[in-house]
């Protein structure tokens, strides 16, 4: 299997070269390709580096932002994925992305980028096309009891947070005991009761319910700096 590709941006020299060092000797089957201080510099050779996945923090300093960024490699580049790192607990960047790059994206928390599984898997699922949070900001959503997922069970919306995290079908399963075959009918429920159907850019339907689950839920305190 070929390795996954990583351009890391990040403005924080230090922190720069610790990401690309933890991505390098710890994250199986993964090569850096570029590492950048700037969304601009990043730009001008992004399309000879090839990268899979962008992995880059939200604020950039002065510069472009990290998901203008990630949607312009995502459009010019073979960039499938992107990951975006922040102190913040602010999700909801991910329902204002423009509908055609609305697939491939993880939101971690930069104090969880030492958890190396979490890592490794928000890489994988933003390079699969799927869409994955922090789990530990997972946690801290509460879902809105009107609107679209005021129509979910208590187990629907048990199962739609654990597929914000990224979860495959079978770890959601063994995590509730329950059987694959009860977890797929209750992700089908979800996708009726919701009523969603396929993104833009061709993304499956769990995209466009995480989507939903994310536009929906608070935070059980004001956002803040982790």
Known sequence: ????????????PLYRDL????????IPNTEVVGSFGSAEEALQV????????????????????????GVEMRRGTTTRGVVLLSNLSLPAVLTTLPADVQGGWSYLLKTSVTDVPMLGNA?????????????????????????????????QLEVLARMARGWSNRRVADDLHLTVRSVESVVSNIIANL?????????????????????????RTTPRLR
Do not use: K, W
């Open 195 to 219: 009523g969603v159907g396929f993104t833009d850019d061709g993304y499956n339907t769990r995209v466009a319910c995480v989507l939903v689950y994310i536009e929906h839920t608070i935070t």
């Open 123 to 155: 890489i994988a699922a933003a390079a699969e096309g799927q869409i994955l949070l922090d789990e530990h900001l997972v946690d801290d959503l509460v879902p809105e009891t009107t609107g679209p997922l005021g129509r979910l069970t208590p187990r």
């Open 19 to 26: 990401l690309a060092t933890a991505l390098v000797s710890r």
């Open 46 to 69: 992004a399309e000879e580096l090839r990268p899979d996945v962008l992995l880059t923090d939200i604020d950039l300093g002065d510069g472009m932002a990290g998901p203008a960024l």
């Open 1 to 12: 299997m070929d390795p996954v590709r990583v351009v890391v941006v990040e403005d924080e």
